[in-house]
């Protein structure tokens, strides 16, 4: 559908970037409360960093 959603375990709003898998940050944002469109990525693999506080996470994300 062109869009996901991102929860933390706390529900508490946090900032996001999505980089492709050379690196380049692709979409950013600032907060994750709402769904993220992906409807303009091309299929692939992307990372998907969430960070709050100077503390952050990353993880995969598929795109077919």
Excluded: H, T, W
């Amino acid at each position: 559908s062109g869009v996901f959603e991102i929860s933390l375990s706390n529900n508490n709003d946090a900032s996001y970037m999505i980089f492709n898998i050379l690196g380049e940050r692709i979409i950013g944002g600032e907060s994750i409360l709402q769904p993220i469109k992906i409807d303009n990525l091309q299929s692939g693999i992307y990372l998907v960093e969430v960070s709050k506080n100077n503390q952050s996470v990353v993880k995969k994300l598929v795109v077919n």
